[in-house]
């Protein structure tokens, strides 16, 4: 069965409890359509995401990062893969279509021949005709302010609210043994500060 982690910071929220209408609906959707929401810049070392992805900054992939292997269909934003900012790196799109607001510079391979959209222009496209210099619409702006928003909203949450469990660690907890979670429950990470390093943490198990 489904698990799911929610882990909020400045970067990524969670779930709308008093947000403006609009911005609930851009967070409730964003919940339930990506895998992924980071509302700054990402600079994954290199690694995989299983699905969908929303990077608001630039999305700067270190080493190989491989995107949707389990097919995930395209969001409301309009792609499987959004990036606010530019797309840098080396990239294996598995499958979806992508959309990003600025360049294009990653070496970037199309393998599930999905759509490919830039505001600016690409180079090192694999398996696609790319669509450049295109009008791209991507409210960055509006979707961090719902989501930092929600954000304060988790710090007064307590274990068991709404069904949530809510858990007050620190880094060290990911890094020895897979935390465990019941099946069907969702969990929040309510986690302080303007960055989130996720290095050497231990997530298996988590869906």
Do not use: C, H
């Not at 910071?9 to 339930?32: K, P």
């Not at 999905?114 to 619409?137: F, K, R």
């Amino acid at each position: 069965m489904r698990k799911n982690v929610i882990i909020s910071t400045l970067l990524i929220a969670g779930l709308s409890l008093t947000a403006s209408q609009a911005n609930a609906g851009t967070v409730t959707d964003l919940f339930g359509q990506y895998n992924g929401i980071i509302l700054n810049n990402f600079t994954p070392g290199g690694s995989e995401v299983e699905g969908s992805l929303y990077v608001g900054g630039n999305f700067n992939a270190g080493n190989t990062t491989t995107i949707n292997p389990q097919a995930i269909p395209d969001g409301f934003l309009g792609g499987t893969l959004v990036v606010g900012g530019n797309l840098n790196g080396q990239i294996n799109m598995q499958s979806g279509s992508t959309l990003v607001g600025g360049d294009i510079t990653a070496t970037f391979n199309n393998n599930g021949n999905g759509s490919v959209t830039t505001g600016g222009t690409s180079v090192n496209i694999n398996n696609t005709t790319v669509n450049e210099n295109a009008v791209v619409s991507i409210d960055t702006t509006g979707i961090a302010a719902g989501f930092n928003t929600l954000s304060q909203d988790l710090v007064a949450l307590n274990d068991g609210d709404f069904g949530f469990n809510v858990l007050d660690v620190d880094s060290s907890y990911f890094t020895g043994q897979a935390p465990m979670y019941a099946a069907g429950t969702t969990t929040i990470i309510n986690v302080s500060g303007m960055s989130l390093d996720t290095a050497g943490w231990n997530l298996n198990g988590i869906y």
